[in-house]
C-alpha cells in the first residue's frame, strides 16, 4: 500500500478537495475553474492526474461521462467500469475503471452538480492496490472554498478568483481578485533563514515594490499581532496621476507576520483590514486540522 | 562519441540512490547566519607553471543555514534520498520542496568541483540505446 490515513495531506484547488498521501506533490497546474488539469507525482514518478471541464447545460451528462472514459482507456476497457460515486451529495454517474494487469491506469469520471463540472481522475497504478477507490474518491470533494497547495492553506474572501499562482520552492504565492479586490497570499520558508537575510520590513517592502507603478507608501512599517502572530504593516495608497483608473482601489494594506510555530513568514495585500484578518487566521489552518 | 565520453543517464532512482562525497578538504566556519568554506587554492600542473598561486590562498563559499546542514551532511555514506528526508524533517518542508533545493544546490557543488558522486549504477540507461 503507498500510504495509511496519517500521512494524508489536504489539497483544494480551484474548487476541488482531496485529501492525498504526503509524498503526492503537484508538478503540473494548468488552466482555472472551468477547465484545468492538475498533475501530482512523488520524487520517481507521476502518481496521480486530474482533469476537469465545465459542462453546457443542456449536455447529457451519463454520455459525456461515458465518452471521458472512452477517450482515456479506449472502448473495451469502458465496458469493464463500474458505478462509483464518492460521498457527498455533489457526485453524479460516477464510473471506475480499476486496470486488471498493473502498470497501468485507475480512471474515475464524474460529474458534479455543484460546480457542472466533469472530473476525471488518472491513478498511476505500478502493483496492484486500490488506492484510487480506498484512499483518494473517498475524500474527493468539489465546491470547496478553502485553498491549500504544497504546505499552504488558506479560506480567501467568497467569491474570489485565483489570477495567478507562483510556487517556488519556499516561496509560495497566490493572487485572487474578489470583485475587484486583489488578494495576495504569501508564504515564505524558512523564516529563520529568511530573516537573516533581510529584515521582516524589508520583506513587506519588497512585496509592495511590485505595485509601485500604481501605488506609493505613506507610512513607516507599524507592528501589528492578529491571531498571536507578530509583524508589521503598510498602507500604500494610489498614485494621484492614476485618479481615473477606479479599477484600482485607492488603498491597499500590506501584513508580514512571522508565524514561528510553522516557521513561516506570511504577506499578505488586501485593501482593507477587516478583509485581511479572517484571511490570516485561516492561513495553514487546513493542514493543521 | 567523438569527442570526450558521453555521461550516463540515470533514472530517478537511481539519482536519488547516489551518494555525495566531498571532494575538498575544507573547514566550514558557522555563524548565526549559516557558514563560510575556505577552501585552500591548488595550482594545476600548467596554470602553477605559468601562475604562481601564492601560499594559503584560498576561495570562500558562503553558506546559509540550510546549506550548512547539507553540507554537513554529505558524507560519501549518505544518498541524495537521505539527505532530501533529513532536509524536509529538520525544517518542516514538503518532501518535493526539499528535493528540488537539495537537488539544485548539490549540483550547484558538483559545478563548483565541491563534491563527487558515489553512483550505483545497476545498468547504464546508454548502454540499452
Known sequence: MVSTLSQLRPLRWQGLSLDLPGTWDPVKLEGDASQGLMLLADLTRPKLGMRWKTLKSKTDVAKSVESAMVDEVGRLAANETVDTTPPGDEWQAGKLYIEPDPPGRDVWVGYSRATKRLVQVVYHVQGRDRVLPDQVLPTLADESADWAIFDLSCTPLPGSVLEKHRLNVGDLALEFHADRKPLVIRQIAVASVALTRQPIERWLAAQQLTRKKFYRPIEQPQPIEIGGLKGVSRRIVRRRRHFLMRSLQKTLIGVALLDESRDKLLIVEAPEMQDLEPIIRSIGRTHKD | ?129
Open chain 2, 1 to 129: 562519441m567523438l569527442f570526450g565520453t558521453k555521461k550516463p543517464r540515470l533514472t530517478p532512482e537511481e539519482a536519488l540512490a547516489a551518494k555525495p562525497l566531498r571532494l575538498v578538504e575544507a573547514e566550514m566556519e558557522t555563524d548565526s547566519k549559516g557558514g563560510k568554506l575556505r577552501v585552500p587554492l591548488k595550482a594545476r600542473k600548467f596554470a602553477g607553471w605559468m601562475f604562481n598561486v601564492p601560499n594559503g590562498a584560498a576561495k570562500t563559499f558562503e553558506f546559509d543555514a540550510i546549506g550548512v546542514f547539507v553540507w554537513e551532511s554529505i558524507d560519501g555514506k549518505t544518498s541524495v534520498q537521505q539527505l532530501i528526508r533529513k532536509l524536509s524533517k529538520k525544517y518542516g518542508l514538503s518532501e518535493r520542496e526539499a528535493a528540488v533545493s537539495t537537488n539544485q544546490f548539490l549540483q550547484m557543488l558538483g559545478r563548483k568541483s565541491l563534491i563527487g558522486w558515489n553512483v550505483d549504477q545497476r545498468k547504464s540507461t546508454t548502454d540499452e540505446h
